[in-house]
């Protein structure tokens, strides 16, 4: 079964430094998420992305965030002057559909750590 | 807003018990509402979803029917395995938005 798969698992990072998540969503899938979930909270929405553009935001996805899909398969979320506060799980994740009745289908998660 | 709320957990069984994990929600229009499990040291997977009232999602023996008159999606199983053991995450999804908003997650542990 094709799957979301995210890479690095880990990523240890100095505050203040630029992170590059990265993701692969499945093949045939037209719309790309990530999420976040700090440790003991809520899996948190913070973007979605269909035909190469920001089709929503959250209020948590300001300046320090992009997302870029620069070439046909990967999907790139990058946060700016790291905090210690973006300490999280961000999950990638992929839908055939816009959410309604499509389901979203997640990877395993980048754990970032801020040190 | 949309928000979800789950029961707290974490909710001890013991196997073969019955299952039900409470889920309500608050939203605009009609949202499309999932449940996702969680396995250790893996991602959120699918488990079932309902798209609108009276709907019943159903895998894997579990089940959960979309009421609008109580805005619930409570998650039930006839008989829990030591394999169920996981995070459970109620979540919404309403028509004209593209996040999904979930609940805190419930964690399950079965024990034989």
């Known amino acids: 079964e094709p799957e979301v798969t995210q890479t690095p698992s880990h990523q240890v990072t100095q505050m203040g430094q630029e992170v590059i998540l990265r993701c692969v969503p499945i093949s045939n899938h037209l719309y790309f998420y990530w999420y976040r979930q700090i440790l003991g909270q809520k899996v948190e929405f913070l973007v979605s992305f269909y035909n190469n553009e920001i089709s929503e935001k959250s209020e948590i996805f300001d300046d320090q965030f992009s997302v870029e899909r620069p070439d046909g398969s990967n999907f790139t979320l990058k946060i700016r002057s790291t905090k210690l506060e973006d300490s999280a799980m961000y999950f990638c994740a992929s839908s055939q559909g816009a959410t309604g009745g499509q389901p979203q289908h997640f990877g395993d998660g980048t754990r970032l750590s801020i040190l | ?112």
């Open chain 2, 1 to 112: 807003g949309n928000s979800v709320t789950q029961m707290e957990g974490p909710v001890t069984l013991s196997e073969e018990a019955f299952l039900t994990i409470n889920c309500t929600y608050t939203a605009t229009g009609y949202p499309s509402l999932f449940w996702y499990v969680q396995y250790p040291g893996e991602g959120l997977q699918l488990l079932l979803k309902a798209t609108k009232a009276d709907d019943k999602g159903s895998n894997k023996g579990f089940e959960a029917t979309y009421r609008k008159e109580t805005t619930s999606f409570h998650l039930e199983k006839g008989s829990v395995q030591v394999s169920d053991s996981a995070v459970y995450f109620c979540a919404l999804s309403p028509r004209r938005a593209d996040g999904l908003t979930f609940g805190k997650g419930t964690h399950l542990i079965i024990q034989p």
